[in-house]
């Protein structure tokens, strides 16, 4: 069974920063994409930030030149770290991965996700 663990959310001030961590364990044969989806009250689960297996990466115009994704692919984990942060970053974050759990050509990559962590920015 693949699960994905997230840490590093929390409580703090507008300008400071914040590093979420997610590792992926279970049966994991390849990972094509992981990366990060955020929801707060009133608004749609929206994509912060993804990265490919290769190392290229998305980021949302909103975070752009304050947030970095990155990878280690060896420990099947994936990063975010938030600087400069603002109120209206507040919200729950989920991590996510796209990923094979199967070695053979024709199986299709799956979503899998995390259970959340709150973060919270004060003004």
């Known amino acids: 069974q693949v699960q994905l663990v997230e840490s590093g959310g929390g409580l703090v001030q507008a300008g400071g920063s914040l590093r979420l961590s997610c590792a992926a364990s279970?049966?994991?044969?390849?990972?094509?994409?992981m990366g990060w989806y955020r929801q707060s009250p009133g608004n749609q689960r929206e994509l912060v930030a993804q990265v490919t297996s290769g190392g290229s990466t998305i980021h949302a115009d909103s975070v752009k030149g304050r947030f970095t994704v990155s990878r280690d692919n060896a420990k099947n984990t994936v990063y975010l770290q938030m600087n400069s942060l603002k109120p209206t970053d507040t919200a729950v974050y989920f991590c996510y991965a796209l990923l094979r759990t199967s070695h053979y050509v024709g199986a299709s990559a799956r979503q899998y996700w995390g259970q959340g962590t709150q973060v919270t920015v004060s003004s």
């Open positions: 279970g049966t994991i044969f390849s990972i094509d994409n």
